[in-house]
Antibody, heavy 120, light 107 residues
Framework: EMQLMESGGGLVKPGGSLRLSCTASGFTFSSYSMAWVRQAPGKGLEWVSSISSTGNLISNVDSVKGRFTTSRDNAKNSLYLQMNSLRTEDTAVYYC?????????????WGQGTLVTVSS | DIQMTQSPSSLSASVGDRVTITCRASQSITSYLNWYQQKPGKAPKLLIYAATSLQSGVPSRFSGSGSGTDFTLTISSLQPEDFATYYCQQSHSTPRYTFGQGTKLEI
């Protein structure tokens, strides 16, 4: 069974840092691009970042450029999101998802999410 | 960036009803459109990919249609477990993606 499991969320002060991890199992992690998606409390889904299977291509939503860095370790089947200079508006549940490519792209499966709260 | 607009934002319906949710893209995305279902406190779940393809394991009462800028998700006969929030997503501008704002389907 394919599974993704996020960890590393928590409470952090504005301006602080946090590193999220996503551990994959049940599929060949190194063959897939991965993505981070977040959801602020009571709000919709927002794509945050994507990384190619080898890690050499990364794209971020404008609101996190220069602050968030996505990386991966294929030997550990793990995806990471380093979040610096956090703002209150970064408060959200952060999901990781596998990017499936077959002509077009879609996200499946998703992890259960990890909550990041930015507050003083 | 491509903007995705869903309508309605919320919808009240009854078990057995036929329901249609619309998603419109700000420019043509051909068939690069996916639909997800999210229940409270849970992760989103893929329903439809490439505008019309049903994900394995998803009941056949769900269907998708459209191309270009206008897309629809139809539930042919609502079941109690279908009350959730539905999101469309464009993947035309890969690796940058955009979601619609969501449609909350309520009893």
């Amino acid at each position: 069974e394919m599974q993704l499991m996020e960890s590393g969320g928590g409470l952090v002060k504005p301006g602080g840092s946090l590193r999220l991890s996503c551990t994959a199992s049940g599929f060949t992690f190194s063959s897939y691009s991965m993505a981070w998606v977040r959801q602020a409390p009571g709000k919709g889904l927002e794509w945050v970042s994507s990384i190619s299977s080898t890690g050499n291509l990364i794209s971020n939503v404008d609101s996190v450029k220069g602050r968030f860095t996505t990386s991966r370790d294929n030997a550990k089947n793990s995806l990471y999101l380093q979040m610096n200079s956090l703002r209150t508006e970064d408060t959200a549940v952060y999901y990781c998802a596998r990017v499936v490519r077959f002509g077009t792209n879609w996200f499946d499966p998703w992890g259960q999410g990890t909550l990041v709260t930015v507050s003083s | 960036d491509i903007q995705m607009t869903q309508s309605p934002s919320s919808l009240s319906a009854s078990v057995g009803d036929r329901v249609t949710i619309t998603c419109r893209a700000s420019q043509s995305i051909t068939s690069y459109l996916n639909w997800y279902q999210q229940k409270p406190g849970k992760a989103p779940k893929l329903l439809i990919y490439a505008a019309t393809s049903l994900q394995s394991g998803v009941p056949s009462r769900f269907s998708g249609s459209g191309s270009g800028t206008d897309f629809t998700l139809t539930i042919s006969s609502l079941q109690p477990e279908d009350f959730a929030t539905y999101y469309c997503q464009q993947s035309h501008s890969t690796p940058r993606y955009t979601f619609g704002q969501g449609t909350k389907l309520e009893i």
